[in-house]
């Protein structure tokens, strides 16, 4: 069984998809037993022949295919279900995250001695995105941040860090991957942040406009704060049954 599972949600990417898993294999090589599930999200562009066609000889390289396009946290959800390690990292499938940054994401929570470390999220500097997509990113985080608290100022990075287990406990929802650090935060883990670099599209063009970010963006981010105020407080322990009375046989 594989310590960290590398989940790469996609669609439309064949031409990056290649390159991707190839620098995945050549970051994580050594730094972890690991496996790499691509998740393809209603492609229509060959992306999964790509990648049958580099399974062979590589027993650590899964597919999973969606019947039709459900979006990045679908992806990202189904991916997570079918990991086989404790640990899941991921990255987009555009080829923007650099690989080499992944062992900055598993290495914390591996090292982990509290067993309090849920999330470990990326937060990009020097970003190779258009004035516009900044600008609108800018906006948004800094609302997010205003509004939840959660103390994360690029939430929309792709690489993420986590405790299967924690995540898959989480309230489930279209969009929600934007959302992990509040969501690993309301649920009473603890969030690190790491810097990671970021590079231009290699190829293809985006799946996403900032009008569509930001119609969804407004509806997913209350829904989100109504989830924080409404969380479960208490937290049960078991009690264990009494021990026979002293001086008294069992």
């Known amino acids: 069984m ?15 998809i290649g390159p991707l898993i190839e620098g995945i294999v050549a970051a994580c090589a050594g730094a972890a037993d690991f496996e790499i599930v ?26 999973l295919r969606h019947d039709r396009s459900g979006g990045q946290s679908a992806a990202v959800h189904s991916g997570v279900r079918a990991a086989r390690g404790a640990i899941v990292c ?32 990326g937060q990009r500097v020097g970003r190779q995105d258009s004035w516009s997509k900044r600008a609108a990113s800018r906006f948004a985080n800094g609302l997010r941040g205003w509004l939840l608290r959660d103390g994360t100022r690029d939430t929309g990075c792709g690489l993420k ?29 603890q969030v690190q942040h790491v810097d990671v670099s970021h590079r231009p599209r290699g190829a293809g063009r985006s799946n996403y406009s900032n009008l569509q970010r930001g119609l969804v963006g407004i509806v997913d981010l209350f829904g989100v704060a109504w989830l924080i105020r409404r969380r479960k407080k208490a937290v049960a322990t078991e009690v264990p049954a009494p021990g026979p009375a002293a001086g008294k046989d069992p």
């Open 2 to 16: 594989p310590d960290v599972s590398i989940v790469i949600p996609a669609r439309n990417e064949a031409g990056n």
């Open 90 to 121: 991921t990255l987009d499938g555009d080829g923007q995250n650099p690989p080499a940054e992944l062992p900055k994401l598993f290495g914390p929570l591996r090292a982990d001695a509290s067993g309090r470390l849920g999330l470990v999220a």
């Open 38 to 63: 691509v998740v393809d999200d209603g492609s229509t562009d060959g992306m999964a022949d790509v990648v049958r066609g580099l399974m062979a000889g590589r027993p650590n390289l899964r597919l």
């Open 161 to 189: 860090g986590f405790r299967r287990d924690a995540f898959l406990a989480l309230p489930y929802f279209d969009h929600m991957h934007r959302y992990l650090p509040a969501l690993f935060v309301r649920d009473g883990w």
